[in-house]
């Protein structure tokens, strides 16, 4: 597939320059760098295959748990990779729009079909793919991160022992370089104040296994997998490492063979464990294997050395938004009404009522939807229990709420 590689970035990055042509990332200085991330699908229907971008997302920040609203009026996690994913929720939602009115079974759309199951799928010929800029953070970039660090600044940041890594908990941002294996939630500068969002790995890993659409999207979705990864900014040298970090920190069964061994006993050791897939059986849930690629089309923002607070959302049907803390930029303005994100819990709640899936048939409200998503919940929840791939996974108030 490394022939499309490149394609699948350049589709992505094709999105960023038409934003920095028409002036709208004028935020970027010269110096600026961020991570970006874009997700895009591949029709396999005709040859050549057919790219299409649905979202992009660029950022580096999340909020400290001190700021964290249970309004669902802020993002929490403003990751690249994480706006992606949020913005290909949003353009699947609004996309199930278009084919309501339609036709009650078939071919729905360009990109979607209704299953026998009644959910809404992917065509057959349709696979979803993720772009991202730089190694996500946490368990997968963490070899690599101590590779590239200065000695000293690594030993320190290793000082604690292992025994400290308590087994079933998340590992605080980037301590502990070597619980590999390990949760983690997102890494941030020693001095800031602690954030509870989990690092990217452990989100794709989650997605690895439950699928990209979260818990609403469940009810309408089948479940969407990725099939691959496409990485860029390591260099061609360091590609072997990456892919076995990476190869752990998305795999349940890496997860739980591995953590807090020495890299050497956790790379490339057998891929399968039928004990973990007879225990964790939740149709239509299973773990879909996400293939790793490399790429040298280059993000032009990766090699600044200032990381830019604004990040940057866009989904096919949406327009672009750039967001501070979690929030619209600028959005308070002479009226004084705060527009929300369109990728915030709260918008979308608001977007599922426009859609009728608010009042569902029994009058249920949003909330009650997310707890009827019943077979993802139970699903969930035997991954974060004790043993599970995702145990130690921090459950926000908001998450609890909504
Ligand atoms: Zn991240």
């Known amino acids: 597939m490394s022939d499309f590689n490149a394609v699948i970035a350049n589709t992505c990055v094709n999105v960023w320059h038409k934003f920095e042509g028409k002036g709208s990332l004028r935020f970027l200085e010269k110096s600026s760098r ?37 309004e669902g009026d802020a993002l929490h996690d403003s990751h690249a990779e994480v706006l992606a994913r949020r913005g290909a929720v949003r353009w699947l939602i609004e996309e199930w729009s278009r084919l309501s009115d339609q036709s009650p079974s078939g071919s729905l759309t360009k990109w979607l079909i209704r299953a026998p199951s009644g959910l809404v799928a992917l065509k057959d010929s349709v696979s979803m793919h993720l772009y991202v800029s730089s190694i996500p953070c946490g368990d997968a970039s963490m070899l690599a991160l101590a590779l590239d660090q200065d000695p ?46 989990m690092s990217c790995s452990d989100k794709i890993l989650k997605w690895a296994l439950l699928g990209i659409q979260g818990a609403v999207a469940s009810l309408r979705f089948q479940p969407m997998y990725l099939s691959s990864i496409i990485i860029s900014g390591v260099p061609v040298g360091n590609r072997n490492t ?29 891929d399968s464990s039928s004990a973990f897939d007879s225990a964790w059986k939740f149709e239509p849930f299973a773990y879909h294997r996400v293939e790793i690629g490399f790429t040298d089309v280059e993000f032009p923002a990766s090699r600044g050395d200032r990381f830019c607070n604004e990040s940057i959302a866009w989904n096919a049907h949406g327009q672009l938004e750039i967001l501070v803390n979690g929030r619209t930029q600028g959005s308070l303005g002479a009226s004084k009404r705060r527009k929300l994100p369109t990728l915030s819990r709260a918008a979308i709640r608001s977007l599922l009522g426009e859609y009728n899936w608010v009042i569902t048939r029994e009058g249920m409200r949003y909330n009650a939807t997310k707890q009827s998503s019943s077979a993802y919940q139970a699903a969930r929840a035997q991954l974060m229990a004790s043993g599970g791939p995702l145990e130690g996974w921090i459950v926000t108030q908001e998450d609890r709420k909504i």
């Open 34 to 70: 961020t991570v970006f991330a874009g997700i895009v699908l591949r029709d396999d229907s005709e040859t050549p295959p057919k790219f299409h971008c649905i979202s992009i997302g660029s950022g580096t920040k999340c909020l400290p748990q001190s700021r964290l609203t249970e």
């Open 152 to 197: 000293t600044v690594a030993a320190l940041k290793d000082s604690g022992s292992r025994s400290d890594v308590q087994e079933g908990t998340a590992v605080r941002g980037r301590d502990n370089y070597f619980a590999f294996g390990a949760l983690r939630t997102k890494p941030g500068r020693a001095d800031s104040m602690p954030s509870i969002s």
């Open 242 to 270: 990456a892919v076995g970090e990476c190869e752990r920190a998305f795999s349940p069964y890496r997860r739980l063979q591995r953590r807090m061994f020495a890299p050497s006993t956790v790379l490339r050791v057998s």
